[in-house]
C-alpha cells in the first residue's frame, strides 16, 4: 500500500511541474516581446533597357537598264568566260538575259543589280537559275 502511495504522490507531482512549466513558459513568452522581423527591401527596379536603334540601311543598288537582247551573246560571254563550263553558262545566261533584259558586270556576283527577275529564277530543283 506504501509503495501505491508513493506512486500517486510521483505522478501527481510530474503533473504539478509540467503545468507549471509551461505556465512559465507562456508567461515569458508574453513577458519578452519579440524582435520585429525586418522586411526584406526591395531591390531597385532598374530603367527598361532602350530599344536597339536600327542599323542605317544600304541605299538600294540602283537597278542596270534593259539591255537590247541582240547584245545578250556578247554580255554573257564576258559573264561567263571564267566559268568552268563555258557553253553551258553561256546558253543559261543568254536565257536569263531573254527573260529579264538584263546581264549583271563582272564574272561573279552582282546579282542584285538586275533586279528580282534574275535573282529570283530558279531551276527545277529549286536552285538559282542565272550565274
Not at 79 to 94: E, P
Not at 96 to 105: A, E, L
Request: net charge positive; with cysteine.
Amino acid at each position: 500500500m506504501a509503495f501505491k502511495v508513493l506512486i500517486f504522490l510521483l505522478a501527481s507531482f510530474l503533473l504539478v511541474t509540467t503545468r507549471v512549466s509551461s505556465d512559465e513558459e507562456t508567461f515569458w513568452e508574453a513577458f519578452y516581446a519579440k524582435a520585429p522581423v525586418k522586411s526584406l527591401a526591395h531591390a531597385p527596379v532598374k530603367a527598361p533597357i532602350p530599344a536597339p536603334s536600327k542599323a542605317p540601311t544600304a541605299p538600294p543598288v540602283k537597278v542596270l537598264p534593259p539591255v537590247n537582247i541582240s547584245e545578250c551573246p556578247r554580255l554573257c560571254g564576258g559573264r561567263c568566260k571564267l566559268h568552268s563550263r563555258i557553253r553551258h553558262c553561256t546558253r543559261v545566261c543568254v536565257t536569263c538575259c531573254q527573260r529579264c533584259k538584263c546581264v549583271p558586270p563582272g564574272t561573279y556576283g552582282n546579282k542584285e543589280m538586275c533586279g528580282k527577275c534574275y535573282t529570283e529564277m530558279k531551276t527545277h530543283g529549286d536552285r538559282p537559275k542565272c550565274p
